[in-house]
């Protein structure tokens, strides 16, 4: 008997009403399991997530998620290889399932490593100060906080577990729960993966429920404050997005969809060069990874029609090399598609598309298949295509067969292949293979508005490349137009998609004690004890030393220069000032920089460890010798380190706003110093 597929729900796992839906093997055929979301209550898991999921994911700080992630990933990692059987069983080869499962958990990690820069608040400081006034005493900021709703994320069935887990990096890290609804076809690797996670205990309760089913209804409960993210077809996404409910809420929704991707071969890239052979070889590669089931994979090949030939040749010699069959079996290097309602579907398309091209390379029916039942199973054979007349035969550029099928494209010049690749009128990713700056550039130039993600290949970078279509976390994935006008991951780019920003405006005192960050022209709190004496826990943002003053000489000024070996003509040559902007030998900056040191350090040993760095430091007005400066230490910022071994010292990072001024109180210099400080002993 078939295994049920429970959906994970209210803080249960449930199983569904009714007979469900079978899930075959896709290599032989053998029924797995069932699954279905019949019987679901989906107002009450949104209530569930925004009631108990989303106030416990806010109160952590983003450094306390991005360890709940990393804590996560470790876990996944150290039984990774429990998921590979499963894997297979979905048509995947190894190297597909690499890319699948530890390239999902690879985000986790990535996503972890954010916690550094988002720092330990629950919120976000977006952007620089707004100057709103002329004295200064009304000022704004952007703050991000996470919306209080639930992330639905509905995901295509070909990356069960890396469009989970990058989907659910961001959302996590930012602080929303999730409802995850897998494909129906490969909910089983899904569901495999969610148990592991939940009986973890590493997430919250209510941060993640599962819908292994078709999740008919799962849109219905949406607010404004909700996100949903959709992986798939265009056309189902175009319907979801058209939901009532999310036009009537402004509900964001975040659509990548599969797209005509296109790979260009430079006019430089003749046979023979390296960047000739680099561009059949990841040509090949996108079109037989994952069987051609990819997002991202090349479905236009555009090279100069006098290479036409040898791009034929070369392309059709590399794919003669792909064995087909079973992914456990040794030598195999593509699996089979995910179903046999996959292969009804893709041999439709080819079948459209050879109304206007002609197939150079496959068969549908004649082809050979390594230690399986060729009838049993969801194979394929690679198809390649020639479009001889790519701007009158149109139907490469808008049918899309999503297996192992692309179509050469031939083109005259540069400007003829930009409008061909332009021509798909939107996708998630192109590469210009060329080793010429002036290609590459101008490929870059005229292709960009079309294309989500743009790689240059070529033999400097091919060596650590991840290639044409391996998105990475820390970039975005997403696309215009038919790719659905979405950004996925993107590093911090992706986190905002899960924030609400608001501009916040006042007085820089009340700024200052909402945001936790000193802002210039909020009130100082001066204390009797050197901050430089204090332990991390006990300095307070705003407070601030107001040192003694010194009276710049011509010693000082020639004596820097002497020690520096600074002899910017400004600082030692009176007779060379006319028609500048200086009235007298200038001290040099950095002297006021190091004197300004020299004024609020704390000599004797105490909490301080070391200078951190600085940031952002300017000269903002000349002085001269005669002039008298003194300093205004502030605290800026309070930014707290892990230990990463017991024996360390308990640590954090205190950003100083230093503001150097004269006489007359007038600001000279103002930048941002870093210090590492002790915490006390726990």
């Not at 964001?252 to 003749?270: K, Q, R, T, V």
């Not at 069987?291 to 006098?306: D, F, H, L």
Request: aromatic share 8%; net charge negative.
């Amino acid at each position: 008997m078939a295994k049920k597929l429970h959906n994970f729900a209210l803080g249960e796992w449930v199983p569904f009403e009714g007979k469900g839906l079978p899930q075959y093997d896709a290599i032989t055929g053998e029924l797995i399991a069932t699954c279905g979301s019949e019987g679901l209550d989906y107002d009450a898991m949104m209530d569930y997530a925004r009631s108990v999921g989303g106030p416990k994911l806010r109160k952590m700080t983003f450094r306390e998620r991005g360890l709940m992630l990393k804590k996560l990933a470790l876990h996944l990692n150290d039984i990774r290889k429990k998921y590979y059987p499963l894997s297979y069983r979905t048509g995947a080869t190894k190297g597909d399932s690499w890319v699948d499962i530890d390239g999902g958990i690879g985000t986790l990690f990535a996503y972890a490593s954010l916690r550094r820069q988002l720092g330990d608040k629950t919120f976000y400081l977006d952007g620089e100060v707004a100057r709103l006034s002329k004295e200064g005493t009304f000022i704004g900021h952007h703050i991000m906080v996470p919306k209080q709703g639930v992330a639905i994320h509905i995901n295509a069935f070909n990356f069960p577990i890396w469009g989970m887990l990058e989907k659910l990096s961001v959302n996590l890290l930012a602080g929303m729960p999730a409802i995850v609804k897998p494909s129906e076809l490969t909910s089983f690797l899904s569901e495999a993966m969610v148990r592991d996670i939940i009986a973890s205990g590493i997430l919250p309760e209510g941060a993640l429920q599962l819908v292994c089913g078709t999740g008919i209804g799962i849109l219905d409960p949406v607010t404004s404050q909700d996100v949903v993210t959709f992986t798939g077809s265009a056309s189902t996404g175009r319907m979801l997005k058209a939901h009532p409910k999310v036009i009537e809420h402004s509900v964001p929704f975040n659509m990548e969809a599969d797209s005509l991707n296109a790979a260009i071969l430079g006019e430089d890239a003749e046979p023979g060069t390296p960047t000739f052979d680099l561009f059949i070889k990841e040509v090949r590669r996108e079109m037989t990874t994952k069987c051609g089931q990819k997002c991202t994979a090349i479905r236009r090949i555009i090279v100069p029609a006098e290479l036409l030939e040898d791009v034929q040749i070369a392309l059709g010699k590399a794919l003669r090399q792909t064995s087909i069959g079973d992914p456990q079996v040794e030598g195999v290097r593509m699996g089979s598609l995910v179903s046999k309602s996959q292969v009804e579907e893709v041999r439709r398309r080819v079948e459209e598309l050879a109304q206007n091209a002609q197939v150079v390379f496959g068969d549908l029916d004649n082809f050979d298949v390594i230690g399986a039942d060729k009838e049993k199973g969801a194979f394929f054979s690679p198809i390649l295509f020639l479009n001889d007349d790519p701007f009158n035969k149109k139907d490469t550029h808008y049918i899309e067969a999503f297996g192992p099928v692309s179509t050469i494209l031939p083109y005259k010049n540069l400007d003829e292949a930009i409008e061909l690749a332009n021509m798909g009128k939107g996708s998630l990713v192109s590469t210009i293979a060329t080793a010429n700056e002036r290609i590459a550039r101008n490929y870059v130039m005229g292709s960009a508005p079309f294309h989500g993600r743009i790689l240059i290949l070529n033999e400097e970078s091919a060596k650590e490349s991840t290639g044409h279509g391996s998105p990475m976390p820390m970039l975005v994935h997403g696309g215009p137009g038919r790719a659905g006008g979405g950004e996925e991951m993107g590093g911090m780019r992706g986190v905002k998609h899960y924030l609400q920003r608001t501009a916040i405006q006042g007085h820089p005192s009340m700024i200052s004690a909402i945001t936790q960050v000193y802002q210039v022209g909020g009130r100082y709190k001066e204390n009797e004890v050197h901050p430089f004496r204090k332990h991390f826990e006990d300095l307070e943002v705003s407070e601030t030393l107001i040192t003694s003053k010194h009276t710049v000489t011509e010693a000082d000024i020639v004596n820097f220069a002497n020690v520096s070996g600074d002899h910017f003509y400004a600082h030692v040559d009176a007779t060379s000032l006319e028609g500048t902007i200086f009235e007298q030998r200038v001290a040099h900056g950095y002297y006021i920089l190091s004197k300004a040191a020299g004024l609020f350090v704390e000599p004797r040993k105490g909490p301080v460890l070391l200078n951190y760095g600085i940031e952002d430091f300017r000269f903002t007005k000349p002085v001269y010798a005669g002039m008298t400066i003194g300093v205004r230490l502030t605290v800026k910022e309070k930014i707290a380190q892990e230990k990463r071994e017991d024996e360390e010292v308990r640590k954090g990072i205190v950003k100083w706003m230093v503001d150097v001024y004269d006489q007359t109180g007038e600001t000279v210099a103002i930048g941002t110093i870093l210090t590492m400080v002790k915490m006390r002993e726990q």
